[in-house]
Structures are given as C-alpha cells and as structure tokens.
C-alpha cells in the first residue's frame, strides 16, 4: 500500500513537470477545440485579444513546479553555467524576445527588460525613494548580528530608512570639492602602483603575474585613502603584507560570488547554513574585522594627532571624519558605512580598470592619443585640468562602459503599474533592466559590437559628451537617486591609473580578457598582463611574489562522492521498497520484530532524505563540508551493520518456525533486504574513507 501510493505521487509530480513544459502544445491540442464552439456561437475574439496580456504571458523558459526556471542552471540539464549569466540573458533575449519572463523556485516572477524605450520608462521613473530588490543574504545575516549593525545597510535598505542613510553618509565622497582635495594623494597611490608592477614582473619577459590581485591591492589603498584620509602602506614593493590584508580581496570576491549563487540556486540557505551562507559568513566576518580593526586604529590616531593636525591633513581626513561625526545615526550605521564603502571599492576599481585596459589596448591607434592627452604629466602630479580636458581618455572609459559594465544590469520594484512590452506589469513586480545586453544592439548604437571612443565626442566642438542616443542606457553606476556613490571617486581614479600606466608601460595582454558574473561582472582570473617601459629605465629586480592564491576542490574528488551518493540513493530505496511487504504483513504474521521495523524505517527513511537534500544542493556546487559528509557517512555505516544483522537475526529465527507458502516470499524479501542492507553498510564504509582521504588531501572543503 504505501509503495503504491509513493509510486502514485512519483507519478503525479511527472506528469506535473511534463504538463508545466509542454503547456502550450497541450493548451493548442486538448483546450482550444473546446473553446472554439464558444467562439463560433458568439462570433467573438479569440481569448488572447479579449484579455489584456499580463506578467504570466510573457514569454521564457518552462518553469517546473518547486524549481521555477532555475532548472536551466542544474548540473543535470548542463544548459547554462552561472558564470556566464551575462551570456545567459543575452541568449534569452535572442530566444525569447525584449521581454522575458524568469520565475524563482518560490514562483515569485521576475522580468528582464532589453527594449531601450523600457529600460528608460523604468530607470527615469521619477521617484523619492527608488525601491530595488534588497540582497536577501546580505539582509538575513546582518539582521542576525545586532552587536554589529544596526541596518542592513545603505544598498539594501528602502524607503525613509535608505533616505536618512544616503543624504548622511555619503555627501562628502559625492562632493567634488573633497574629491579634489584628494587627487595629490591619489596621484601618489597611482605613482606608487606603477613602481610595485615593475618590481613585481618578470626581468626577461616583463609579464606580471596574478595582475589582478595587485589591481586589488591598489584599490584598497586607493578606497582606504579617500575614506580614511591616510596612506596605509599596502603598495610597498617588498613589505610582506599582513595574512588578513592578503585575504581580504579574496573575502571580498567570495562576498560576491555567495551573493550570486544565494541568489540563483534554490536558495536552501534560507532554511538551514549551506556552504553558500557558510562562506559568505566568513567573507563577511573577514571584512568586517579586517577594516575594522583599520578603522579602529585611524581613530585611535586620529584622537592623538587631533590637537597638532595642520589644515591639509584635517582636510584629507574630512571623509572619515564627517561620518563618525555624525549625531543623528548609530555608530554601528557609521561603521557598517565605511566598511561597505571600502569593501565595494576593492574589486569594482580593479575590475574597471582591467576592462578599460582591455578595450584600449585592443587597437593600436588608441593608446597614442590617450598618451598625447598627458604627455607633459610624465614626471609630475596629473591636475584636475588635464583630467577636465582629457576628452579622448573619457571617452575611452565611457565606451569601456558600454561595452562592459561592472553592473551590467540594474534591478528595479515597479511602484506603479506599467506597459512594457504590450505586457501589463502591476506595482510591486522585481524588473530586471539588462542595460549590457541592449547596449550591444545596433538598434540602440551604430556598430554596437565595435570599441568606437568616438561615438561620445561631439563633432562639432571635440569635447566629450554624454548626450548621444540611447546614452540613458549606459549606466555601470545606476541611475538617478540610486546611483552609486562612489561613482565620482571611480572615474577619476580609472582617469589616472590609465594615464600613469600608459606614460609608463606599452601594456598588453597575455591571453585575451574573458568575463565571468560573480553577482558583478568580472574578469576571469587569473590575469597576467606583459608590461614593457615606455621609456628606458634601469630594470628593477623582481621580487618574491607573495600574492595570495586561492585554491578549488579537485573535480575527481567531488564527482566521485557524488557517484557514491548516488549509489546510496538507489541502494536506499531498494531497501525501502523490499522492507515495506514484510514489514506490513508483520501484523498477521511476525516476520520482522516491532523494534527492528522501526529502526529499518528510520535508517531508511533519514539516510534518504539526507542524501537528496546532498545531491540536490551538489547540482548547484553546494557540498557539505567534508567532516560533516564523514560524519554522517559513518552513522549509514553504524546503522547499517545495526539493521543488517538484526534482519538476519529476524529471517533466521522465522525460518527457523518452518514458515512455508504462502510466507516463504516475504522470508526471502526479509532476505534480500539484509543482504542490501549489508552491500550498503560496505558502501558507506567506502563512503568514510574516500570522504576523509579527499577531504585530508584538501581536495574538499
């Protein structure tokens, strides 16, 4: 009976899955000749034209009950990897259309907007309080440490609430005026990037490995100079950084990539701590205590030198200052800022700059004219003027930014109902504005595929402009009230970094420039760039890299405990299903004893649940943590035995009372269960000892 009724619902949810994919073909097939009398009998329109089109018409990819369209992203259809998600809404759009329609496993609808005259509509929506979909992990785990936040912060706050945060926090790195009090300092963190890649790359071939993880460590050193209004030292050639500095561009990455995969897999963390919650806890804890101890020490500084500090150094400090000073917000709102400030700007300024580069170093003729724009800045300061002035660098960046934006799309909660598309959307609906996507379009820019800095110079008087069409949809920053911040800060240092690299180096690429999404778009890593002076210096001798490197479980390793799993799985539900006669019929006639029926069931019963709760949350690269695997592989093993000899023990003793036909058949299932049951506890045996040799080995987490 009970094997019947779990084939019953087995059945059901097939046929579930079967009529969510084809809806249409059966809509077409079954339903639309029962509707076609009605339609003849009173002369009316077809359906689809009565009705206004709503959310649920727009056009995407089947959705399956409890998986939504996640599914395109599982291991087991292999249709689309999550790191090339970028790619994925492209290809959606030349599927589906300019408007498509995502769905989350909790069947809450999300649609992607690529028509230029829909993004505007909805980025220009004129609104107090611009409402984006907050990041829930973010929101979960902060909510979850009230000793240090007192928000969820600027970015995932809403209303009111997001209002006070942003007109106090961040007024004074939005005002140009701080900004240019700054460029001095800037200016030497830049000078001081340029001699660490020299003493970094290699005295013969002149490559510099692992250049993105000095490109992060100049953006530490950059955010930390602007927030906290002092040198901190991290791009001296030969200092040995500290273990935690070395880490935080690391933790910062992880923060990003746990956001991207919270986001997009099943979102199982929700309920219980997943490897995803796991490792965005501990990016999250690294930062936070990393820069606050930063911070902490500032402060401390800042209280000794207060009385003896001269004009220009309170002014470069005014960033720091004016935040802690603040009255009418918390200490940890003040704290929690700064940090957010510091950890977004690491890997968003290292990774606009390796983009411009790219895009600049892709045509020959383009670097000269940004070297002749700074030509007589070789050997000093670059001035705010010749930033001002620099038309053909600016319009290098912009174009850099159309073509790959560091946010390359925005999301946005409709605040009212809207047409899109000839789609009727109702207020509250979560939007996404694939802003890269349509900016890759001829429709919206001539030769969208090409790296054309000349599109954003007007002809008629060669100054840069932004006012060509569809320049709206080019915003790697946001747009209007939630607008990025930091953006003033990154388009000045992107300006001079690319100026000081180009005065120094004829910079190229080893291997081409791939793209990854890490919740932002990335580049793939690792990086290395071959860097030839532009000028004939003395060569420095290279030093010892002590760039932090970071390592992947081993594919094998993971693949075959998974095969394993597996295993276990089908061996599971044999169990199951040879257990479940003799167990049922134990009421007319004793097969099996009352005690060893339960503990069947449990062992049965738990082992399954856990090992699909591992398999599923592995088709989104979500393993549990090796000593937890072990453990747990060691009870299947202990219980196993347990059941294994007990059912003998059962079979043995029943036998044993000359039980013949029509009994003889569930002696033998009784059988054949024990002896599973024992292949099984074999199985887990080898289950504990691959698990702990891969994961001792560190070929799992």
């Known amino acids: 009976m009970v094997m019947a009724v779990i084939l ?133 785990y902060r909510n979850s440490r009230p000793d240090r936040y007192a928000s969820v912060g600027i970015v995932n706050e809403q209303g009111p609430m997001w209002q006070r945060l942003r007109s106090s926090l961040t007024s004074s790195i939005t005002s140009p005026r701080i900004l240019q009090n700054f460029l001095p300092a800037l200016n030497a963190v830049c000078d001081d990037f340029v001699e660490l890649l020299r003493a970094r790359r290699d005295a013969q071939t002149n490559i510099v490995p692992n250049f993105e993880e000095l490109a992060n460590l100049m953006g530490l050193e950059a955010v930390c100079t602007l927030m906290l209004g002092r040198r901190m030292g991290f791009l001296v050639p030969n200092a040995k950084q500290p273990e935690k500095i070395s880490q935080l561009a690391a933790a910062v990455k992880q923060l990003f990539i746990s956001q991207r995969d919270s986001y997009y897999g099943l979102g199982l963390w929700k309920y219980f701590p997943t490897k995803t919650y796991r490792d965005f806890a501990r990016a999250e804890d690294l930062i936070y205590d990393v820069i606050s101890e930063i911070i902490d020490h500032e402060l401390e500084e800042h209280k000794k030198s207060a009385a003896c500090e001269d004009e220009d150094a309170a002014g470069l ?101 809207m047409e ?63 607008t990025c911040p930091g953006k003033r800060f990154v388009e000045m240092e ?37 860097l030839r002076d532009q000028i004939s210096r003395v060569e420095m001798s290279p030093a010892d890299d002590n760039s932090f490197a970071t390592t ?78 072990t453990l747990w592989a060691l009870i299947g093993f202990i219980l196993f035995v347990a059941v294994c000899a007990l059912l003998f023990r059962d079979w043995s003793s029943t036998k044993d009372r000359n039980y013949w036909h029509p009994n003889m058949h569930r002696l033998d299932l009784v059988m054949a269960t024990a002896a599973i049951s024992l292949v099984t506890a074999l199985i887990y045996l080898l289950d504990v000892l691959l698990t702990i040799r891969f994961g001792v080995h560190g070929d799992l987490e």
């Open 8 to 140: 019953l619902l087995a059945l059901a949810v097939v046929l579930g899955c079967y009529c969510a994919i084809h809806r249409q073909k059966i809509g077409a097939i079954y339903l639309k000749p029962l509707l076609t009398p009605l339609e003849d009998c009173y002369h009316a329109t077809p359906i689809e034209q009565r009705r206004r089109r709503t959310i649920w018409d727009i056009p995407g990819p089947k959705r399956i009950p409890f998986l939504g369209t996640k599914w395109i992203f599982l291991l087991f259809f292999k249709r689309y990897k999550m790191t090339k998600l970028h790619e994925v809404y492209a290809d959606l759009n030349r599927q589906y259309g300019d408007i498509v329609l995502e769905v989350m496993p909790s069947n809450v609808p999300i649609v992607h907007l690529y028509k230029r005259e829909d993004l505007e509509k909805v980025l220009k929506y004129p609104s107090k309080y611009p409402f984006r979909p907050p990041t829930e992990i973010i929101v979960m």
């Open 317 to 417: 400090r005014s960033v720091f200052l004016n935040i802690l000073e603040l009255k009418e917000l918390d200490i940890r709102d003040k704290k929690s800022a700064i940090i957010d400030f510091i950890a977004a700007g690491i890997e968003t300024l290292a990774n606009t700059l390796l983009f411009v580069l790219s895009s600049v170093t892709g045509e020959p003729t383009i670097i000269p004219r940004i070297l002749n724009e700074f030509i007589e800045y070789r050997d000093t300061n670059i001035l705010q003027d010749a930033l001002t002035n620099a038309t053909y660098t600016k319009a290098c960046i912009q174009e850099s930014y159309r073509l790959r934006p560091t946010a390359f799309c925005l999301a946005r909660i409709l605040e009212e109902d």
């Open 420 to 482: 899109l598309s000839g789609y009727s959307l109702s207020a509250g609906t979560v939007v996404l504005c694939q802003n890269m996507v349509a900016c890759h379009k001829d429709s919206n820019f001539q030769e969208a595929k090409q790296f054309t800095p000349e599109r954003w110079i007007d002809p008629a008087t060669s100054n840069f402009t932004v006012n060509v069409d569809s320049a709206n949809i080019v915003v790697p920053f946001g747009v209007g009230r939630r």
């Open 494 to 530: 992107v300006v001079l970094l690319l100026a000081k690299l180009v005065l120094s180096f004829e910079v190229s690429f080893v291997k081409p420039l791939e793209t990854e999404f890490e919740f932002l778009l990335a580049p793939k890593t690792p990086l290395s760039l071959k």
């Open 552 to 629: 992947s479980g081993n594919k094998k390793a993971t693949y075959t405990i998974i095969s394993i799993k597996i295993v276990e799985l089908c061996l599971l539900i044999c169990c199951l299903g040879l257990i479940d006669d003799p167990a049922t019929n134990s009421h007319l006639r004793v097969f099996i004893s009352p005690r060893v029926m339960a503990l069947s069931y449990v062992t049965f019963g738990a082992l399954i649940i856990y090992t699909a709760i591992y398999l599923i949350m592995a088709l989104f690269g979500d393993l549990t943590p090796w000593r937890t695997a």
